[in-house]
């Protein structure tokens, strides 16, 4: 009985909550037809960061509903492309793939300990909180030799490509989030030594948290292949309603 009481309790607060955003939405829409609302900057509100009611409350909801999955069924979900955390697109014969990486996947991952206690993975999982990062993939879907050797000319455009996925492609990567481009400020260049026919970077973005409500857009500025500029979207409800890892107790 008490536990029925407690979720009727939520469904009203929740439903109060609704309202009064209906009611805020109603006032700043009469307001901005009225002249009475003034904005001297002609971005929106959600281009310059102002995280509204409704999207508080929307985090608060994702929050308090978001799944908690151990962690087999988590990393199968965060690879799944269904979930929104893995994209891909195909140029040419090219294939360019970014997988997202949440906190606890990155702790997860430095770890390598799939039996550790719930509060150190709570723990290590704030050290990323800070930033997002990815893997990105650059794969050559017909070649079948290792993607520094895909359409070279001549040996020394091998050495030159060698040095650009080590150093040089960091400055191409960037995530515009909100009004910011930002720039990729961790990379790390997963050489494979021609064991496959594609490249791995594991890469970093400070996260711009008054922008959490928003769609992320991934941008590679291609200087190797001749296909320009390559973005992917990452959609802010996908976002926002990753799963936690639970750890067995």
Request: net charge positive; hydrophobic share 35%.
């Amino acid at each position: 009985m008490n536990k029925i009481k407690g979720n009727l309790r939520r469904i009203m607060v929740a439903c109060a909550l609704l309202a009064l955003v209906s009611i805020t939405s109603a006032f700043l829409f009469f307001s901005s037809k009225t002249g009475l609302q003034k904005n001297s900057d002609s971005q929106t509100k959600e281009e310059i960061g102002e995280v509204s009611l409704k999207d508080n409350i929307l985090d608060w909801f994702a929050d308090k509903s978001r799944k908690k999955l151990p962690v087999g069924e988590y990393v199968n979900w965060v690879h799944d492309k269904e979930n929104g955390l893995k994209l891909e697109r195909n140029m040419g014969q090219y294939k360019f793939s970014l997988q997202y990486k949440p906190s606890d996947y990155m702790a997860l991952k430095e770890t390598g300990d799939f039996n550790m206690s719930q509060n150190i993975l709570d723990e290590k999982s704030k050290n990323y909180d800070d930033y997002y990062f990815f893997t990105f993939t650059i794969a050559d879907t017909i070649g079948r030799e290792e993607i520094l050797k895909s359409n070279i000319r001549q040996e020394g455009d091998y050495f030159r490509r060698i040095e650009y996925f080590s150093f040089g492609m960091q400055k191409d990567l960037f995530l515009i989030e909100g009004r910011d481009t930002v720039p990729c400020i961790m990379y790390n260049y997963e050489r494979v030594y021609g064991l496959a026919p594609e490249a791995n970077f594991t890469i970093g973005f400070a996260k711009k948290k008054k922008y959490r409500h928003l769609d992320h857009v991934f941008v590679f500025e291609d200087k190797e292949f001749g296909l320009g500029i390559i973005k992917m979207k990452l959609k802010a409800d996908q976002l926002r309603y990753v799963p936690s890892l639970t750890m067995k107790k």
